[in-house]
């Protein structure tokens, strides 16, 4: 089991591999986007999580909104966003995040969030919003959200679902019996549950794992299987990557070749889609993973 207060010695941790690169963002685009996200006081999950692809994505036009804030109620061991007790809840921001859509003139959006327990709803009925206002002013926009397990409550899976995104993602993350180090506020068959309610209501449903975090190749292939049978239809696979030395330390780098059998094997087991790579995340190339 992973001790999230391990000190892990320099010469003790795995040296990244060449195949782990990422772009620096630089470009017009990418100033362009910042400048944009800084005007209507919105915030990217490309930043708050340090995403290794911000380079790449920003530098083409894409991003993925995190809208409630920027402060996460739960603590995850592998996560970057800040945790705390948000004291504000902006109810415009669903407006501002469908004026950027407009602005960037997107065809395909990812909305994701920080976990908010301490609401009602856990920020559902916003989530909801920002679908429905990216609806009027952009209805040929295909949407995409990645939500928090909103503790299992089917009312509030209920408003997301009713607002009748294109896909609704929710990701595992990592394999159960990490779960308490990983995840320690969430439960691994909960997100199940999500998923599969989600499948139920008719939408198309995506989850993802990372790896190089403690896990072993079969416990990866046994979550592949719980999805499939959670009939979810895309799957992403990826590194994980140490934030900071206050995050859980990094067990290995995964090879390029084992990416390509969890691709193989997912493609085999059903899945419509599978995004598998080193620097894959979960909105990577969202928009080209549309097999519907």
Not at 28 to 53: D, F, I, Q, W
Not at 90 to 96: G, N, Q
Not at 179 to 189: D, M
Not at 195 to 215: D, H, N, R
Request: charged share 30%; glycine share 6%.
């Amino acid at each position: 089991m992973i001790d999230i207060s391990e000190k892990v010695k320099e010469e003790d941790r795995p040296r990244r591999p060449e195949w782990i690169r990422a772009k620096l963002p630089y470009g017009e685009n990418y100033s362009r986007l910042l400048s944009l996200m800084r005007g209507k006081e919105l915030h990217t999950v490309c930043e708050e999580a340090r995403c290794p692809n911000l380079g790449e994505c920003w530098g083409r036009g894409t991003a993925t909104f995190m809208i409630l804030g920027d402060i996460c109620t739960r603590s995850c061991g592998f996560c970057a966003v800040k945790t705390g007790r948000p004291v504000t809840l902006d109810t415009d921001e669903p407006r501002r995040v469908a004026e950027a859509v407009v602005s960037m003139k997107l065809r395909h959006v990812v909305i994701t969030s920080v976990n908010r327990d301490e609401l009602q709803d856990g920020g559902a009925s916003i989530f909801a919003e920002t679908i429905r206002q990216i609806r009027i002013r952009e209805p040929k926009c295909r949407i995409e959200v990645l939500i928090p397990d909103f503790k299992g409550d089917v009312i509030a899976l209920d408003l997301v679902a009713d607002a009748a995104p294109d896909i609704l993602n929710h990701n595992v993350e990592t394999v159960p019996r990490l779960y308490t180090v990983v995840r320690p506020q969430a439960k691994y068959e909960r997100s199940l549950e999500v998923l599969s309610y989600s499948k139920q209501k008719g939408l198309a449903t995506k989850s993802g794992i990372m790896v190089g975090i403690g896990e072993k190749p079969d416990e990866v292939l046994e979550v592949m299987r719980d999805l499939r049978r959670s009939e979810v239809d895309i799957l992403t696979v990826g590194q994980y990557l140490r934030p900071t030395k206050e995050h859980l330390p990094i067990d290995r780098y995964v090879t390029p070749d084992e990416f390509a059998m969890y691709r193989s094997e997912g493609i085999a087991m059903g899945f419509r889609y599978v995004e598998s790579g080193p620097l894959v995340r979960s909105s990577y190339h969202a928009d080209e993973q549309v097999v519907f």
